[in-house]
């Protein structure tokens, strides 16, 4: 079955380490995603990658950091920059990256840094 | 910019009809998307529209008026499996990039 598959479902960590967020999809999609969920809020955009090799930051990047060396992986670091990383991470693929692409999801993250 | 905005939680019947809107303000305007999302869980894909009109599909039916900045969801005979977020996404048309951005999503709760 194709999807999108993010571990570890539950995260926790200690303030000040770094912490590296899985997402894998073999959907064969060219573009993926990277959403932070807080409650009350809708999903917002930390990075986006449209192709293998290139990624740009979306609205809130600042201490976070991605890369895309493989068409099928998109890791995401939770750096010490990031000043309140408790949240809801959510991965997404999508196949082209063009507006009429629906955006399939994977199970999410949650990151608790104690 | 962009401004979406969907009311925070609503609350229905099983077996009724509610409606969840949906309003915008963009720069520019592709199309409008609905995702279901329930607690914990991720976002499902429910429709999108991108012409004037009412789509529908079961018991799930998305309308869209583009000069009004107005869309909304209509979610018939409802179930209590249907107590879940519901998230407006509008697709833009700036600078190259068609990522949609996010409403805070309506929380739907449905009761006995």
């Known amino acids: 079955d194709g999807g999108i598959t993010q571990s570890p479902k539950y995260l926790f960590r200690k303030e000040g380490q770094n912490v590296t967020l899985s997402c894998e999809q073999n959907?064969?999609?060219?573009?993926m995603y990277w959403y932070r969920q807080d409650p009350g809020q809708g999903l917002r955009l930390i990075y986006y990658?449209?192709?293998?090799?290139?990624?740009q930051k979306g609205d809130i990047a600042e201490g976070y950091s991605v890369s895309r060396e493989k068409k099928e992986s998109f890791p995401l670091t939770v750096t010490s920059a990031q000043k309140n990383p408790t949240a809801f991470y959510l991965c997404?693929?999508?196949?082209?990256?063009?507006?009429?692409?629906?955006?399939?999801f994977g199970p999410g993250t949650r990151l608790t840094v104690l | 910019g962009q401004n979406i905005d969907q009311p925070t939680e609503m609350t229905a019947t099983e077996g009724a009809i509610v409606q969840i809107n949906c309003t915008y303000q963009t720069s520019g305007f592709n199309g409008l998307f609905w995702y279901q999302q329930h607690a914990g869980e991720a976002p499902t894909f429910l429709s999108y529209?991108?012409?004037?009109g009412l789509e529908e599909k079961g018991r799930f039916s998305s309308f869209l008026s583009r000069s009004k900045g107005y869309s909304y969801l209509l979610l018939k005979e409802l179930q209590m499996k249907d107590s879940a977020s519901y998230l407006c996404?509008?697709?833009?048309?700036?600078?190259?990039?068609?990522?949609?951005?996010f409403g805070r999503g309506t929380s739907l709760i449905v009761h006995p």
């Open positions: 997404a693929s999508s196949p082209e990256g063009g507006y009429t692409d629906t955006q399939y």
């Open positions: 990658s449209q192709i293998v090799n290139d990624f």
């Open positions: 996404a509008v697709s833009p048309t700036s600078g190259g990039s068609y990522i949609p951005t």
């Open positions: 959907l064969n999609h060219d573009a």
């Open positions: 529209n991108v012409l004037d």
